[in-house]
């Protein structure tokens, strides 16, 4: 079955520092990957998508990376702040079309002063 | 104003009663979807809805029923509720074309007691 995983363990990082936050897949080949940000009690937001044919993709201080091979996705924040403290998720399409996602089940970043 | 509500934000409910989720859009978008996250599972698909006229299910959608009143509304339905639905549940909506971003609701925090 599809698997998604992410680091259940909080991050943990100073500020200024970059933070990396790892999503990998099995048993499938999405067509693109997407991450989201979630913050206590609040819905999922947006951050960026990025397809199978693109190897990296950035947006101001964030940078995801997407590796077909190795059936994973890297997702950076450079110059982390603390409010850049929340869980992140990836999300594929399992189905390869529609936009019916499945998500991880997220990284919890800390970023401290 | 937000683009996509859920109402009620928070309910508690006794086991066996019947209670509906519900949610609006003003984006104009023509997917709508039913999420429930759970501390360690991460959200996972109830429903979706691609148009007015198109239902199906996700991942777990055992006692749940949903409807699509209009584009801009996705009811979700336990119809009878029990403790292990206790959760947090998000209504989310995307454009018709695929990849798309999808856009989440507040959450709706139920407690089944």
């Known amino acids: 079955s599809q698997k998604i995983e992410q680091n259940s363990e909080a991050l943990n990082i100073q500020e200024g520092k970059t933070a990396t936050l790892t999503c990998n897949y099995t048993?499938?080949?999405?067509?693109?990957l997407q991450w989201y940000r979630q913050d206590p009690g609040r819905g999922p937001v947006f951050l960026l998508l990025?397809?199978?044919?693109?190897k990296e993709k950035r947006k101001e201080r964030l940078k995801v990376t997407f590796d077909t091979t190795l059936k994973q996705s890297l997702f950076h924040i450079t110059a982390s702040q603390p409010a850049d403290s929340a869980t992140y998720l990836c999300?594929?399409?399992?189905?390869?079309?529609?936009?019916?996602?499945?998500f991880g089940t997220g990284t919890q970043l800390k970023v401290e002063l | 104003d937000a683009d996509v509500t859920q109402t009620p934000r928070n309910r508690i409910t006794k086991t066996g009663k019947r209670i509906m989720l519900e949610c609006s859009q003003t984006?104009?978008?023509?997917?709508m979807y039913w999420y429930r996250q759970d501390p360690g599972l991460g959200l996972r698909l109830i429903y979706y809805?691609?148009?007015?006229?198109?239902?199906n299910k996700g991942e777990i959608s055992d006692g749940y029923s949903v409807s699509r009143q209009a584009q801009a509304k996705f009811s979700l339905s336990l119809e009878s509720a029990i403790p292990n639905q206790t959760a947090l549940y998000f209504c989310a909506t995307s454009l018709s074309s695929s990849p798309d971003e999808q856009y989440f609701g507040p959450g709706t925090r139920l407690t089944v007691t």
């Open positions: 984006k104009g978008h023509d997917r």
């Open positions: 048993n499938y080949s999405p067509a693109y």
């Open positions: 990025i397809r199978e044919n693109e």
């Open positions: 999300a594929l399409d399992i189905t390869g079309g529609g936009n019916k996602l499945t």
């Open positions: 809805s691609f148009d007015v006229k198109d239902i």
